[in-house]
């Protein structure tokens, strides 16, 4: 139960798109299409942002996206907005356990 | 509205035990799935544990295996985590979170509880 590999941080300028990367194995997000992305603001509980790779729950924004190739997933946010600054956090189902990423600081410069 | 609060954490010494409660409201929460995650200071989430929608099945993490049971009471529409042999590696806020969408995602979240494990 290793956790899924992303990048510590990102950023970009608003307006601009921004992608951030999930890696893991064929155990979990290469063997299922069950990956999902969460939002934390600090202090505050996650909200999920994204699952089955690419669904977006209602009321979020479609400037989140999500997609999977092999064993890697990623989160795009287009045309970013203040207040996407935050932590993001992917997980993928493994076989009767998740395994979270440790998660990626999104800054907007 | 869909909400989950979470209760009964603290400050306690190593090798003792805990037990920390879920409150769900606003959904039939009898048909869905449980998690709990933990959040250690600073630290990214890590999965602890599972139950399915009528308590038969519990999947937990290596890291907790043998020392902590969830279980959950559908009269009392509430998910509890029997945390037992606590160490200072199980410091942390816990959160619990309803199974809401394919692929054990996580689709509404409490606020957490935060739990010390200290001397």
């Known amino acids: 139960q290793s956790a899924l590999t992303q990048p510590p941080s990102a950023s970009g300028s608003p307006g601009q798109s921004v992608t951030i990367s999930c890696t893991g194995t064929s155990s979990d997000v290469g063997g299922y299409n069950y990956v999902s992305w969460y939002q934390q603001y600090p202090g505050k509980a996650p909200k999920l942002m994204i699952y089955?790779?690419?669904k977006r729950p209602s009321g979020v924004p479609d400037r989140f996206s999500g997609s999977k190739s092999g064993n890697t997933a990623s989160l795009t946010v287009s045309g970013l907005q203040a207040e996407d600054e935050a932590d993001y956090y992917c997980?993928?189902?493994?076989?009767?356990?998740?395994?979270f990423g440790g998660g990626t600081k999104l800054t907007v410069l | 509205q869909v909400h989950l609060v979470e209760s009964g954490g603290g400050v306690v010494q190593p090798g003792r035990s805990l037990r920390l409660s879920c409150a769900a409201s606003g959904f039939t929460f009898s048909t869905y799935g449980m998690h709990w995650v933990r959040q250690a200071p600073g630290k990214g989430l890590e999965w602890v544990a599972v139950i399915s929608y009528e308590g038969s099945s519990k999947y937990y993490a290596n890291s907790v295996k043998g020392r902590f049971t969830i279980s959950r009471d559908n009269f009392k529409n509430m998910v509890y985590l029997q945390m037992n042999s606590l160490r200072a590696e199980d410091t942390a806020v816990y959160h619990c979170?309803?199974?809401?969408?394919?692929?054990?995602?996580?689709?509404?979240w409490g606020q957490g509880t935060t739990v010390t494990v200290s001397s």
């Open positions: 997980s993928s189902y493994a076989g009767s356990s998740v395994i």
């Open positions: 089955e790779v690419s």
């Open positions: 979170a309803k199974d809401g969408v394919p692929g054990y995602g996580m689709d509404v």
